[in-house]
């Protein structure tokens, strides 16, 4: 099937699309495999889908930094993956809407869509920490393709390279609790992109829809976890051999670099697998996993960017070195502040693993009105990735001077690789607009950067730093506030929104206005 010829000019009128069969070219590999096309191991097939895309001119990327976010949902389409999707065609042209349906069916009606294909999606504000175990429909998306829909039973997973024997092992293999012993963990997955909206409203960056979505402080969720450990599959394999010192994770989507089709390939080192943090997960809070996030098998590295969490994991390669793959070698680097488009190269950014000490408050909303009694409740998350966990959250009603410290109670329990909820009720006398600020100290004492602007990069990745948010402080403590909001209130006004002129009652009537100035010098003195 053409890409449509509204959105895509032919850049070679002569040359036709009928020069292959796209439908036996870019066959699916396996029955009951929809939507997975091996590209990884047929070179020739992956230069005939680079010769097929090359006849068109796709869309540039659209803009979102440098003008206003739109402000719909989804915010942001992926016409040129949809496009590519379509160019490749074979069982890939109806992948962006068969996607979408299967977002729709599993995905909570609130979900704040960032990017519809491939999906990028988080829980709106007020559920994302409404519980400290993420519930599966609002456990946050972010996709780096279509979404295969693979059939348990006719699913294997295959292990190759250098290890001693290699194998390929169906689900109910690996589910053989006398092969291989069964683990749960709870785990949180953070996606590289939390908060990036806040770097791009400092200064715009990297701009790929996909890549450098706008995320807002919603691209974590906590799960438990249920499989088999990595390490106790390779060991079944008879162990590493050759040098290797990498496990190379495949997934069956279909991913695009440059306009190059190819599978998703990320690695993790050994010393991460035989730590046990390396799970092959077919259960998420006691349900088979969801389509979406990676049915029937994925991997779930504790600790680590979520990008390594491969989804619809298909084949384990043992290698002597990080993965070429454009995901590990050419994205998720975090550059110093002064490279950007006009220097930069793939070797001068930090290849990003472990996620650093980070939290967020959730509750308020930036530009929120907050009436309160001299106390405000304030909600938030805290994590830290590599096995470090929040110790201590601070809050500050003042732009950071003065720091409250969250009661411990107030946390939720302590997990080595999980998030921990919380909440304070937060002195506050000064009223107006204000800026709250959230930081959080792990068990390294590790805290955050105290502005934006220290974390900013070009890739936008890992905002670290204090999350802020400014908020308008109504202190019904004080008596003249407290008599102002019952005039509105007697009078059937609306205080809202903050910045509709009061029509209902006079703010200060004539009399009290002369009463003031016959008992006060006046604006001007008179020698």
């Known amino acids: 099937m053409a890409p449509s010829a509204i959105h895509i000019a032919h850049r070679n009128s002569e040359k036709q699309e009928g020069d292959i069969d796209q439908n036996t070219t870019f066959a699916e590999e396996y029955p009951g495999w929809h939507g997975y096309i091996e590209w990884e191991k047929y070179p020739e097939k992956r230069a005939q889908a680079a010769a097929l895309l090359a006849r068109y001119t796709f869309p540039p990327p659209p803009e979102f930094q440098l003008s206003p976010i739109p402000d719909t949902n989804p915010v942001l389409d992926g016409l040129r993956w ?17 996607s979408w349906k299967i977002v729709l069916e599993e995905k909570h009606p609130d979900m ?33 393709g279509g979404i295969p829909e693979i059939d348990a039973n006719n699913f294997f997973l295959e292990l190759d390279g250098l290890v001693k024997n290699p194998k390929k092992l169906s689900l109910a293999e690996l589910q053989n609790e006398e092969l291989f012993p069964r683990q749960s963990s709870l785990v949180t997955i953070q996606c590289s992109g939390t908060r990036r909206i806040e770097q791009i409203a400092e200064y715009a960056g990297e701009g790929d829809e996909m890549i450098n979505a706008p995320w807002a402080e919603g691209a974590i969720g906590t799960a438990q976890w249920t499989g088999v450990s990595l390490k106790k599959v390779i060991k079944y394999c008879g162990g590493l051999i050759d040098g290797a010192k990498h496990l190379e994770l ?50 779930v590295v504790f600790g680590y960017i979520g990008a390594r969490s491969v989804k619809w994991l298909y084949r384990i390669k043992a290698i002597t070195h990080p993965s070429r793959g454009p995901v590990q070698a050419k994205e998720y680097l975090y550059f110093n502040g002064q490279v950007g488009k006009h220097n930069q190269s793939m070797t001068q950014g930090i ?43 601070e809050v500050s009603p003042d732009g950071g001077f003065v720091w409250y410290v969250v009661p411990l109670e107030n946390l939720s329990k302590k997990h080595k690789f999980a998030w921990r909820t919380w909440h304070i009720e937060l002195p506050v006398d000064a009223e107006g607009w204000l800026e709250l600020v959230v930081r959080c100290w792990d068990n390294s004492l590790n805290t955050q950067p105290t502005f934006v602007r220290s974390a900013w990069n070009w890739g936008l990745h890992v905002t670290s730093s204090c999350h802020r948010i400014k908020v308008y402080s109504v202190n019904t403590s004080k008596e003249a506030t407290r008599k102002r909001m019952k005039q509105f209130e007697e009078h059937g006004e ?19 206005y002369e009463n003031f100035w016959a008992s006060h010098d006046p604006r001007d003195v008179e020698d």
């Open 82 to 98: 949809k496009l590519w999707h379509k160019a490749v065609g074979g069982p890939l042209t109806n992948v962006p809407e068969e």
């Open 112 to 144: 704040l869509h960032l990017l519809q294909f491939p999906y990028n999606g988080e829980p709106p504000k007020s559920l994302t920490t409404a519980e400290p175990i993420t519930p599966n429909p609002l456990h946050f998306v972010r996709n780096h």
């Open 250 to 299: 495949y997934g069956a989507e279909t991913y695009f670099k440059h306009e190059q089709a190819q599978n998703y390939l990320v690695s993790v080192p050994w010393s991460k697998v035989k730590a046990n943090e390396v799970l092959l997960a077919w259960e998420m809070n006691g349900k088979p996993i969801p389509k979406i996030h990676g049915y029937p098998l994925r991997v």
């Open 351 to 393: 290849q990003i693993q472990e996620m650093p000490v980070s939290s967020a408050i959730m509750s308020p909303w930036n530009k929120d009105v907050v009436i309160h009694d001299g106390k405000m409740t304030v909600k938030g998350w805290a994590y830290s990735g590599g096995g470090r966990w929040p110790e201590r959250v």
């Open 494 to 512: 609306s205080f809202l929104p903050l910045t509709r002129p009061t029509h209902g009652f006079p703010l200060q009537t004539d009399e009290e």
